[in-house]
């Protein structure tokens, strides 16, 4: 029986147990959702150090308890001196994967937890920073057990980490990594020490920056001291669309956004097939590649976009068009160009509720690979994403340009119901985040599954996520049989995976109902833990 935790005073989901304790911690001291988000992704960068971390990017979705529901765009530009004639010098014709020039774009991660921290001092007197941190500097000081998806991803990917010789000399793990072995990084820890008394500014404008810019040059990086200094944090609107009884919200451009909201819109539009059949899956799978070719020719830097996102989801006649142009039967051929990405999502609710869903990333498993010893942090290599254009060619999708935001594929998911729930929800997994968003908003708020079952149960995915390069229809094993069958039937190319497979990624969800009563659930393909109280 799969149960789906409840309580009324507070609640954090994350996909790691540690980290979500880190954050009902704060709501205990009194803290809002706000501030026990920043603890629970504090911790994360400390013991989910392949999946995020200060030197990565975040986006916020917060709903308040008035109505207003906000986002915070926490992402970084390329730097000043980052373009196409530098790589094109460098002997490149892409962005590298991995490396110095792979880390090309400022990290946007901690004026994220400044901006949110603001906020939450609008609602009730801040917590410490050093409340806050306490958790992520004891375990990067004292140690954590390293978690097998950690362990996993570091033996997988060792052959292109070690080629930084920061990240061999300063990284603690024996020489082949074991789940469960103890892990310290005593200069994160120093880190988070100092932003707690320095102030999270001190990470652009102070002398946490100044170590990162000087660790960032001397690995390669073309990130300079004023790029720090120029970063800003945004605030800004959600895109939403309105579904039977739920008006649903995600993130804006750069986010592939529009994408997750197109597919529940295009669904919604389809005759309701009946809940875990094939015409469920197929439907929510032929719904993901029209909003995919969307997402993919237009959704890239807001400054650089002809396309409104907004008016797109507005735009009924258009929508109507393209859920008429699904045939219930036959799939569309497919591939069609895949994005990747890694990330953590993770929610917070408090008794006020103030309900928030947030993701933070370093993209790849480990960002760029360059792990920055004096400080503690690995960079991210968001802006690997950047395309270059060949030579005297116009400027296109996603182009590389100083001061310019890459395409992300994060995207955290929030629903407002006309019954008066608010819903945080989200996930992991690069071109799979949209994909199992529909799969557990659908189950949940269409067909009334329970929150954990509606996380536990099987998924697929449709094109590439973390660590994977194929652009099938993977379908995990436990999947009815006759479902994985009709699928093939209908020209999906099915690939099976494991049960609870990683390549799913790591979801969960928070529910706050009218009545003040909180429901939650994690993933059982991640580390994760709901805490409440």
Aim: aromatic residues 8%.
């Amino acid at each position: 029986m799969l149960h789906t935790p409840r309580s009324t005073r507070g609640m954090v989901t994350s996909p790691h147990h540690l980290a979500s304790q880190s954050g009902l911690e704060v709501l205990r001291k009194g803290g809002t959702a706000l501030e026990a988000v920043i603890a629970t992704a504090a911790t994360l960068s400390v013991v989910y150090p392949h999946m995020t971390g200060l030197g990565g990017d975040a986006f916020w979705l917060v709903a308040y308890p008035d109505g207003t529901t906000t986002v915070i765009d926490a992402s970084g530009r390329a730097g000043q001196n980052v373009s196409q004639a530098l790589y094109r010098a460098a002997g490149h014709d892409s962005v590298p994967w991995r490396g110095g020039l792979a880390a090309n774009t400022m990290a946007g991660t901690v004026s994220g937890w400044q901006e949110a921290r603001r906020q939450s001092a609008r609602l009730a007197p801040c917590l410490p920073l050093e409340t806050l941190f306490e958790e992520a500097i004891f375990y990067a000081e004292h140690g954590y057990p390293m978690s097998q998806s950690e362990a996993l991803m570091l033996r997988e990917k060792m052959p292109t980490l070690l080629a930084s010789p920061q990240f061999r000399t300063a990284y603690d793990i024996p020489q082949v990594p074991k789940t469960g072995h103890i892990r310290r990084n005593p200069a994160l820890a120093r880190t988070l020490e100092t932003l707690a008394s320095n102030g999270l500014e001190s990470f652009y404008e102070g002398s946490i920056s100044r170590m990162l810019a000087t660790g960032l040059t001397d690995a390669g990086s073309p990130l300079c001291a004023e790029d720090f200094a120029s970063h800003t944090v945004r605030v800004t609107h959600p895109l939403h669309t309105d579904l039977p009884g739920a008006r649903v919200y995600n993130a804006p451009p750069p986010t592939q956004g529009v994408a997750s909201l197109a597919i529940l819109k295009l669904f919604s539009l389809l005759d309701r097939p009946q809940a875990e059949s094939f015409g469920y899956v197929h439907g929510l799978v032929e719904a993901t590649k029209r909003a995919f070719l969307f997402r993919n020719q237009h959704v890239q830097d807001p400054d650089s976009m002809s396309e409104d996102c907004q008016a797109f989801l507005d735009d009924e006649s258009r929508l109507r068009t393209l859920a008429d142009s699904i045939d219930s039967h036959r799939a569309m051929p497919w591939p069609h160009p895949a994005q990747a990405g890694d990330t953590t999502w993770m929610g917070a609710v408090d008794s006020s509720g103030v309900v928030v869903s947030m993701i933070q990333s370093l993209y790849f498993e480990f960002g760029s690979g360059i792990f920055l010893s004096d400080t503690g942090l690995f960079w991210q290599n968001r802006g690997a994403s950047f395309l270059l254009a060949p030579p005297d060619s116009p400027d296109g999708w996603n182009m590389l340009a100083p001061g310019k935001k890459p395409f992300h594929t994060l995207n955290p998911a929030l629903a407002r119901f006309a019954d008066g729930r608010v819903m945080a929800y989200g996930t992991m997994g690069g071109e799979g985040q949209p994909q199992t968003q529909a799969a557990l908003f659908t189950r949940y708020a269409l067909y009334d599954t329970p929150l954990q079952q509606a996380i536990s149960a099987p998924r697929w995915l449709l094109g590439r996520t973390w660590g994977d390069d194929s652009t099938a229809l993977k379908v995990e094993n436990n999947l009815d049989s006759s479902i994985r069958h009709q699928l093939a039937e209908a020209g999906h190319t099915v690939v099976e995976v494991e049960a609870l497979s990683d390549l799913m990624g790591h979801a969960g969800a928070l529910v706050h109902h009218k009545n003040g009563l909180l429901e939650g659930a994690t993933d059982p393909r991640s580390d994760g833990a709901v805490a409440a109280f």
